[in-house]
């Protein structure tokens, strides 16, 4: 084949970057930022032009294997399914639907065609062992939002490209390129906000890239980000600087917060916090005083023991200086696909509770910080089979060494992934699915985050392989297996079937514009695609820019977003406020009671002793995805990136030299680890990058093995937790450091 230039939206990070790839003979030649795509304009990192890297990696599982004396031998499709078959179907009828647990990882979300097939999936098999990456780090902004807007998805961005003032907690985007906030080029997007005037605010336990090129970094320990909000809307009240502005009639609760809050005066969680009661103050006045302002927190805050009172802190900040829903400030998306979120019911956790520690259940799902305790506890429900889903829960998991022993002693473990990892290690049928160059891309998660209003849609870049199927059709399959209908269950039967329940529903719904239309119709318009681009087509034609199928000839449709390979930009966020509410109220519920009960905890804690010694805190990179790039060359050369940073002053007491060992100890685990002495960390921080610990035996993944670094994840405690959120506290774990 000749040379062409194909694009397509990156799936790697929540960036969604386009990118323009020169391809020839199945083979890519280069990578490049795609500069007409109307919202990246251009910009790339390095795990961008990576793909052709992956897609023509030679560790690549492209066959399904199946383990046969602790060896994974290639087979057929046909036989894999019939092993998963042969397998699952006994072990559910003998001990329930509990008994299989499912695992689905980060990379779902940049799938559209797993995004949705997964849930169906979960149905069928009926278990509530559900868990993801996402009770890992983000379920805290999932529950609070849940609780003050009435939906989980209803998550407000900061609106950087406007704003005056950003203030960032545990956040670095110049590394992770943003997370619950969609934007490619933070980089040059923070830089333009001080470029018109603005500034930048870093609080962060570590001096990052990000706090680096912010106006003021404030260093804060680990863990207590939730007093800092909570002061500094104190400071607000008490300056009397507070006012949802014109969003007043549209909030309630703003008295119950004051309340709540009056107990964190600056002076009290300064000590608490580690930082100075005038800093807070300062930072009130500027929130207030700031034509538009936007308080944004991520990771750091949300994996600590305060992760749902931090993102609920946040937005309590935004509304009450007048910044929530308005340009500049934090700002509701509204994806060309989103269907109407009613009706409105009030937003509920702990449906059910995780069997052996009585974790609520968020979203459907069970915290993954328990996973290992359904696996190990003997009883009813005990889980005995998992299913993992393009995710990697024995390395990124919190206490992953433990649940990485349990794993081998599972009856069952399939696992649908491109590679033989520390967790797929573990499989007895391993289903790899197409490369992320041989998928259809459309962003369904973070079109719904992202701080433009934004469409874009690429077809594959390269054929699949012969007689291989699509992601969505391997998990059609499993769940047909899952329902009883058997390994040899057509599954485009079966996929063509559930598309038409959809379509059935829509036509039903007096909210859709499809209510009352012909179902034949319907169908036959939608034409004869895969059904997963069907049903995409179906959600952007009846989402609100969407042709409504004739009702609006201009409108939306798969169709018309194929004729722009660079995407479409809609333009700047528009405010949203009341439609986009769920709430029974219909208000914005800034008080709610589960959320100000809990503050007591937080204000109890205040007082108490710091606990002494060194603690862990977690590190993004901007050259890992994860823990499933660190088997592209380009990515991994160069000097060690795995290592421990350590203040010089700590290295110096014990004695540890640059890139001496240091082993580092906690209540879970221990690692063995090369040290970095720099001062961008605080005295007492022990600060450790996540996705690292590859070369176990079985695994083959050749060029991260050669590059393993230790896993992070044997020293956190699963144990300790968010108690609204079920989220593991991940930053500010006590450790001890000694010289290897
Ligand atoms: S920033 Fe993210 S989306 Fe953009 S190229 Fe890098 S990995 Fe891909």
Known sequence: MANRVAYRTCPLCEATCGLRLEVEDGRVLRIRGDEEDPFSKGFICPKGSSLGALHEDPDRVRRPLVRRDRVHVEVSWDEAFDEVERRLTPLLDAHGRDAVAVYFGNPNAHNFGSSLAIRPLAKALGTKNVYSASTVDQMPKHVSCGLVFGHPLTIPVPDIDRTDLLLLLGANPLESNGS?????????????????????????PRRTRTAERADLHVRIRPGTDAALLAGIARALFDEGLAGAGALAPLVNGVREVREAVSGFTPERVSPFTGVPAETISDLARELASAPTAVVYGRIGTHTTAYGTLAAWLVDVLNAITGNLDMPGGAMFPHAAHEQPRRPRRAFRTGRWQSRVRGLPEVLGELPVSTL??????????????????????????????????????????????????????????????????????????????????????????????????????????????????????????????????????????????????????????????????????????????????????????????????HGVDFGPLAPRLPDALSTPSGLVELAPRALVADLGRLERALDGTAAGGMVLIGRRQLRTANSWTQNVPVLVRGKDACVVQLHPDDAARLGLADGALATVRSAAGTVVVPVEVTDVVMRGIVCIPYGWGHGLPGARQAVAAAHAGVNVNVLTDASATDPLSGTAVLNGIPVTVTAA
């Open 180 to 204: 619950l906030a969609t934007a490619p080029d933070w980089p040059g997007r923070l830089a333009a906000i001080r470029a018109r005037g603005g500034r930048v605010v870093v609080v962060d």
């Open 372 to 565: 290992a305790d359904e696996i190990e506890t003997a009883g009813d429900g005990q889980v005995r089979a998992l299913l993992t889903v393009a995710g990697n829960p024995a390395l990124t998991t919190p206490d992953a060494g433990r649940l990485d022993r349990l794993l081998e002693g599972l009856e069952l473990m399939v696992s649908v992934d491109p590679y033989l990892n520390a967790t797929t290690r573990h499989a007895d049928v391993i289903l790899p699915p197409p490369s992320v160059l041989e998928k259809p891309h459309y962003d369904l998660a973070f079109t719904a985050l992202s701080v433009r209003d934004v469409a874009h849609y690429s077809p594959p870049v390269f054929e699949r392989e012969p007689g291989s199927p699509s992601e969505f059709e391997i998990l059609v399959r499993l769940t047909a297996i899952a329902g009883g209908l058997g390994a040899g269950a057509d599954p485009a039967a079966l996929a063509t079937a559930s598309l038409a329940g959809r379509v059935e529903e829509a036509i039903a719904d007096p909210s859709s514009p499809l209510h009352g239309r012909d179902a034949g119709e319907i169908l036959s318009e939608l034409g004869e695609r895969p059904v997963e681009e069907r049903l995409l087509d179906l959600m952007l034609r009846t989402g609100h820019r969407g042709d409504g199928f004739g009702a609006d000839p201009e409108g939306l449709s798969l169709a018309a977003l194929e004729r722009v390979p």
